[in-house]
């Protein structure tokens, strides 16, 4: 409540008390009033407020407000709290009663502002004080959480480190063992990669000396062959294929299978010892093991023609195609009738009824199956001539 208008409030009903005593009070002119006015007036004016507080006779100690709490109200002789004069004269109880209802109502007017001003700082003031502390809890809550984070991570590190370095020094003995045992190895690779070298150059080695051989056995080793109607093997080769073709394609244009052996045998005979006699200088004289097939070929393909070697030559070939497989060309010296020897090719073989003769094609038909003693002859080495 407004300390102003209170005491406004009770002044007016301290008028009305006045106006009850029965005395008119005087205007602005300040006419008289009665004795009682007077008295009452005279306590009014004794009540009139100054500067900062209630002047009496016995004195005004400045306060805050009214009672005994400030120890400063109206002193009198022996009261500390009411309103006291220096003759010792009370107040009545109706005014310390209104005066005292005054204070109380200002005062706690007072309070109750002072109250709520406070409870509204202190709210504002600890509400200020939640936040503040709820952010310093925050934050100190959180400055554990990062320590703590920051110690694993170290804690980590350190032992990442640590453990690599235990393991790098627990382990260096079997690292250098490792390490030598590569070492030998590869020193052990290495010689074993110089030996594959040196086997691998053995091997292609005898591997063309291989192919070489396996060509020359070729040429003079029996191959597949041709079929042969006149032999029980069914097969005839002379070591050649081509040769093989070329006996087998004249000697089935002249004999068939309708004949018996010893007359097939005999035509082809007759054909080739009636071919043409032709010398030739540069082949004259045969030489190495092969001679026999490079010599029948020469006649077969100069249109069945040639000197004795190569008639020779052909003849025993097919004599084998023709069922007697022990043929065999043979280059010769001739004793000559008018003295002195010639060289001459001659066939041996044995006849189907087993005796040793010899085959003369010089002679035409008079040098079928000849008895091997019918010439003084010394026979030629011309496989190692």
Same mark, same amino acid.
């Given at each position: 409540?407004?300390y102003?208008?209170?005491y406004?409030?009770?002044w007016?009903?301290?008028?009305?008390?006045?106006?009850?005593?029965?005395?008119?009070?005087?205007?602005?002119?300040?006419?008289?009033?009665?004795?009682?006015a007077d008295?009452?007036w005279?306590?009014?004016?004794?009540?009139?407020?100054s500067?900062?507080?209630?002047?009496?006779t016995?004195?005004?100690?400045?306060?805050?407000g009214y009672?005994?709490?400030?120890?400063?109200?109206?002193?009198?002789?022996g009261?500390? #709290?009411g309103?006291?004069e220096d003759?010792?004269?009370?107040? !009545?109880? %109706?005014?310390r009663? /209104? *005066? @005292?209802? &005054?204070? $109380?109502?200002?005062d706690? #007017?007072?309070?109750?502002r002072s109250?709520?001003?406070g409870? !509204?700082? %202190?709210?504002?003031? /600890? *509400? @200020?004080n &939640?936040? $503040?502390?709820?952010?310093?809890?925050?934050?100190?809550?959180?400055?554990?959480?990062?320590?703590?984070?920051?110690?694993?991570?170290?804690?980590?590190?350190?032992?990442?480190g640590?453990?690599?370095?235990?393991t790098?020094?627990?382990?260096l003995?079997?690292?250098?063992?490792?390490?030598?045992?590569?070492?030998k190895?590869?020193?052990?690779v290495s010689?074993?990669?110089?030996?594959?070298?040196?086997?691998a150059?053995?091997?292609?080695?005898?591997?063309?000396?291989?192919?070489?051989?396996?060509?020359?056995?070729?040429?003079?080793?029996?191959?597949?062959?041709?079929?042969?109607?006149?032999v029980?093997?069914?097969?005839f080769?002379?070591?050649n294929?081509?040769?093989?073709?070329?006996?087998k394609a004249?000697?089935?244009?002249?004999?068939?299978?309708?004949?018996?052996?010893?007359?097939?045998?005999?035509e082809?005979?007759?054909?080739?010892?009636?071919?043409?006699?032709?010398?030739?200088?540069?082949?004259?004289?045969?030489?190495?093991?092969?001679?026999?097939?490079?010599?029948?070929?020469?006649?077969y393909?100069?249109?069945?023609?040639?000197?004795?070697y190569?008639?020779?030559?052909f003849?025993?070939?097919c004599?084998?195609y023709?069922?007697?497989?022990?043929?065999?060309?043979?280059?010769v010296?001739?004793?000559?009738?008018?003295?002195?020897?010639?060289?001459?090719?001659?066939?041996?073989?044995?006849?189907?009824?087993g005796?040793?003769?010899?085959?003369?094609?010089?002679?035409?038909?008079?040098?079928?199956?000849?008895?091997a003693d019918?010439?003084n002859?010394?026979?030629q080495d011309?496989?190692?001539?």
């Amino acid at each position: 409540m407004n300390y102003d208008s209170d005491y406004g409030t009770q002044w007016s009903k301290n008028d009305a008390d006045w106006s009850n005593i029965g005395t008119s009070w005087p205007d602005s002119t300040g006419a008289q009033r009665s004795a009682s006015a007077d008295d009452a007036w005279d306590r009014r004016q004794s009540r009139q407020p100054s500067a900062g507080g209630y002047e009496s006779t016995s004195g005004y100690v400045p306060a805050g407000g009214y009672g005994s709490s400030w120890n400063s109200g109206y002193e009198g002789t022996g009261s500390q #709290s009411g309103y006291r004069e220096d003759d010792s004269r009370e107040e !009545s109880s %109706s005014y310390r009663r /209104s *005066r @005292r209802d &005054r204070q $109380g109502r200002s005062d706690g #007017s007072r309070t109750s502002r002072s109250s709520r001003s406070g409870r !509204s700082g %202190s709210r504002s003031s /600890s *509400r @200020r004080n &939640r936040d $503040g502390g709820h952010a310093a809890r925050q934050r100190r809550r959180g400055v554990p959480v990062l320590v703590f984070l920051l110690a694993i991570v170290i804690s980590a590190a350190l032992g990442a480190g640590a453990s690599a370095y235990y393991t790098r020094n627990s382990l260096l003995p079997q690292i250098e063992e490792a390490q030598t045992e590569s070492s030998k190895v590869k020193s052990q690779v290495s010689t074993l990669t110089n030996e594959l070298t040196r086997v691998a150059g053995e091997l292609d080695q005898r591997t063309e000396e291989l192919n070489k051989l396996q060509k020359d056995t070729s040429s003079e080793s029996n191959t597949s062959g041709v079929d042969d109607p006149w032999v029980d093997s069914g097969k005839f080769t002379s070591g050649n294929t081509v040769l093989d073709g070329e006996v087998k394609a004249y000697c089935d244009s002249i004999a068939d299978t309708s004949m018996d052996r010893n007359t097939a045998v005999f035509e082809v005979y007759k054909s080739i010892a009636w071919s043409d006699y032709v010398e030739r200088d540069a082949a004259q004289q045969p030489s190495g093991k092969d001679w026999r097939i490079q010599f029948a070929r020469m006649y077969y393909e100069n249109d069945c023609s040639g000197n004795c070697y190569e008639f020779a030559s052909f003849l025993s070939y097919c004599m084998q195609y023709l069922g007697f497989s022990d043929a065999t060309a043979q280059g010769v010296l001739v004793e000559l009738q008018s003295g002195g020897w010639g060289d001459h090719g001659v066939v041996y073989v044995t006849s189907a009824e087993g005796e040793a003769c010899i085959c003369d094609t010089a002679r035409g038909t008079d040098g079928w199956m000849l008895s091997a003693d019918t010439y003084n002859v010394q026979l030629q080495d011309f496989e190692n001539a």
